[in-house]
């Protein structure tokens, strides 16, 4: 299902032996658009360590105690690498990461996760297999730092033919991960009104300027569905967003 990264921020996290602390953001890359880490912010127990979460290590959201598990204990979490300094997250921190948790690396492999579509370790012969001889660190094009949500949020947002908005969520599939869509509030142009723009749509992230190029017209935002946050994403919601978007897709994003 999809889930909103904004509400996620109220879960705690709990690891097999005691309470972590909670979801405090999100790292993505934006060459996949898909959340990499969890940061979680831990309290007192783990005072001045920055706490990152692979996907690979948590269990299904519990929706009635706003809670996820962590398939890990406190001392595995106070022993795994960390990075040393809060952002960005870059491709060597990643590296000592996966290394150490004997996972493959996602940036290597046809699928969203390497070797597999989801974030789960392979098993049998295949994980003994990358435990014994990791793939090698390619030489990655671009800049290869993952993004923080929070800061993205906010950012402005600007169409072909002038600005619609700006970020104010992010939605992901639980599932493997990737962000579906990114919230655009247009207070300042259609006052009230919530859009979904998918990352089909989005074109370069100026860092510089906090800005976002969406490969669409200012009229394809405005007649774009409007987005409840209180509704549910049904598949009747979903197919008619799809339609939405694939009938107005520029060219160059297809």
Do not use: C
């Not at 109220?10 to 032996?17: I, V």
């Not at 309470?19 to 969890?38: A, C």
């Not at 370069?204 to 007649?223: N, P, Y």
């Amino acid at each position: 299902m999809l889930r909103s990264a904004k509400k996620m921020k109220d879960y705690s996290l709990g690891a097999s032996d005691g309470r972590i602390g909670h979801i405090d953001e999100f790292y993505f890359d934006d060459s996949y658009w898909t959340i990499r880490f969890v940061v979680a912010q831990a309290g007192n127990w783990l005072t001045g360590r920055m706490v990152l979460l692979s996907p690979h290590l948590l269990g299904k959201p519990d929706e009635d105690a706003k809670s996820v598990a962590v398939n890990l204990t406190r001392d595995q979490i106070r022993n795994s690498p960390s990075p040393e300094s809060e952002r960005p997250v870059n491709r060597q921190f990643e590296e000592a990461y996966y290394r150490h948790f004997g996972w493959p690396y996602y940036w290597t492999g046809p699928y969203l996760w390497g070797p597999t579509p989801y974030p789960i370790p392979p098993a049998g012969p295949v994980e003994q297999s990358l435990r014994a001889n990791p793939p090698s660190l390619p030489q990655p094009s671009g800049d290869p730092h993952l993004r923080s949500t929070d800061d993205v949020t906010g950012y402005h947002l600007r169409a072909r033919d002038g600005e619609i908005g700006h970020v104010e969520d992010f939605l992901y599939d639980d599932r493997d991960w990737s962000i579906r869509y990114l919230v655009a509030g247009t207070r300042n142009w259609r006052p009230g009104k919530l859009v979904l723009v998918p990352p089909a749509w989005i074109g370069d992230i100026h860092w510089e300027d906090r800005t976002v190029d969406v490969d669409a017209g200012r009229e394809d935002i405005r007649l774009a569905p409007a987005y409840d946050p209180g509704r549910a994403l049904t598949p009747e919601y979903a197919a008619e967003l799809s339609k939405y978007f694939a009938e107005h897709m520029h060219p160059s994003a297809q």
